[in-house]
């Protein structure tokens, strides 16, 4: 079974020890088409769930990125900076946003699993 976890906003989240890794999926990247611009938010900031907490911009819509868990925000990915276009060659991976050090763990049960995610995705084609 897989660590990772969805939102209906096309969000990932990845856990890491007491953090989670945040990006945007697969679907969301191929909808948003080529990324030219990624604003990340900054290390110590705190977010609440739901929140936004980045923007990603493509030739074809600016898109806002919504936490998916609250907490505080203690890396970014400042490779995006300088390769947003890495979002779209590798959403799942290279492609990821920031990290956030979970406030309430328990908020995880809100988020989908793949397979659930899979068929959300299959229901909106």
Excluded: C
Aim: hydrophobic share 45%; proline share 3%; aromatic share 8%.
């Amino acid at each position: 079974m897989s660590d990772l976890r969805f939102t209906k906003d096309h969000e990932w989240l990845r856990i890491e020890g007491d953090a989670a890794v945040v990006g945007i999926s697969d679907y969301a990247q191929e909808k948003l088409g080529d990324i030219v611009y990624v604003e990340l938010p900054e290390i110590g900031r705190k977010v609440a769930k739901g929140a936004e907490a980045a923007v990603v911009e493509s030739v074809k819509a600016a898109s806002e990125v919504y936490t998916p868990v609250s907490g505080e925000v203690i890396a970014v990915n400042d490779a995006l900076g300088e390769n947003p276009a890495e979002v779209n060659g590798d959403a799942m991976g290279k492609g990821w946003f920031f990290k956030i050090r979970l406030d309430d763990p328990a908020e995880l049960g809100d988020l989908m699993d793949e397979a659930a995610y899979r068929k959300f995705v299959e229901g909106l084609e």
